[in-house]
Nanobody, 121 residues
Framework: VQLQASGGGLVQAGGSLRLSCAVSGLRFSAYFMGWFRQAPGKEREFVSYISRGGGSTDYSNSVKGRFAISRDNVKNTFYLQLNSLEPEDTAVYYC???????????????WGQGTQVTVSS
């Protein structure tokens, strides 16, 4: 199983990025997909998840209204659109796959390697 995150980068505050996570080696449509992030010196925190069919999503309060998760069950890829970025959003963003919807990291079975997002003020 492989999850390959991409799309991170350096952006100014107020800018946007789109993260992608390409998944292989599992039946993509059978898994919930999630995004987590970890800033230096902090614990990994939940950002968002999306249900198997894409009809249900959840977001942390800190990103609600600014970020949007989506998935393409044909391309076996899911996405995180990051808008109105703030310096506090700076972190390594990880994509993950799990069999039940959850905001806790330990419930996700498979993880990608992470992509760095840096927001300058």
């Amino acid at each position: 199983v492989q999850l390959q995150a991409s799309g991170g980068g350096l952006v100014q505050a107020g800018g946007s990025l789109r993260l992608s996570c390409a998944v292989s080696g599992l039946r993509f449509s059978a898994y919930f997909m999630g995004w987590f992030r970890q800033a230096p010196g902090k614990e990994r925190e939940f950002v968002s998840y999306i249900s198997r069919g894409g009809g249900s999503t959840d977001y942390s309060n800190s990103v609600k209204g600014r970020f949007a998760i989506s998935r393409d069950n044909v391309k076996n890829t899911f996405y995180l659109q990051l808008n109105s970025l703030e310096p506090e959003d700076t972190a390594v963003y990880y994509c993950a796959a799990g069999t039940i919807p959850s905001t806790t990291a330990f419930r996700y079975k498979y993880w990608g390697q992470g992509t760095q997002v840096t927001v300058s003020s």
